[in-house]
């Protein structure tokens, strides 16, 4: 069994310093790693991230992070992963990584995501430049993600995003917003790939529980909808129904 | 009511777009002379800026003020996904 600790939207500046700490240095009691789903920071500015960077430095487990919309303000977006990197975080973008857990490899693939609505209530690649450019970085983000669930070799894999990828966890946000808050080509990619288990963020006012169309368990870690410094989820490799040759 | 709606925009993206604040998770409710605002920030100073904002913008509403202080507490336990 794995235990993976997920929280998202800390949204740390100098002035909450410190505030997660107590409850960070003792993940290690509670999970073997330790999952960031986007919204770090508030501006996403350097001098935030290195807050972001103390926050969670020196942790017992390993701590693996997506960037959200928040840590793109400052159109810093590269700096800052790469200060996040220094400071011994795992930062996603397209790729994964993978880790030895209990006798079992855990792997973890990882992409900011984007907005586009979900099946039937979506944009499409259409009409403006705007337009087309929005809905294009959708696409490329979600095949970014299908490639790197895919190339994880891993007997659990877990998709980190910052955008929900179904619209399950959303309830409890105004129905007219979803397009602003995820896309179904996140979770198309999710179940293109056996992938066992979805994290994300960036709704706060939606719920914590969601399945996507092809049955993957989604939950929405946004620190306002956990309500606790991290919450834990203990996921098993999954029983997959062996295909018998000629059967 | 119509100019009430456009009042309780212009809140909305002065919270969103002022460097003070930049809250998205937080909904900002117009009737009549108040202002109610709710959802979470990350610490107590966050509460203040917002207000300060709000009171710029609008000066002649009373703001009520209903936003949470994220709970930072260890999980008290956990959810086993069979």
Redesign the interface.
Known sequence: MIRIAAVGDVHLGEDARGRMRPALENVGEHADVLLLAGDLTRHGTLEEARVVAEEFAGLPVPVVAVLGNHDHHDDKEVEVAELLRDSGMHVLEGDAVTFQVDGLRLGVAGVKGFGGGFAGKCGSMFGEREMKSFIRHTIDVSERLRSALFSTDADVRVALTHYSPVPDTLRGEPPEIYPFLGSYLLGEAIDATSTDFAVHGHAHFGTEHGLTPGGVRVRNVAQPVIRQAYAVYCVEPARRVAVAAGG | MTSEQYLSARLRRAIAED?RT?E??V?VTVRGDHVLLS?????E??RAELEAVIHEVAPQLQVLDDV?V?????????????
């Open positions: 460097p930049t998205l998770g909904r959802g979470e920030v990350a610490c100073h966050r949470r994220a709970n930072v507490s260890e999980p008290e336990g956990q959810e086993e996904l069979r």
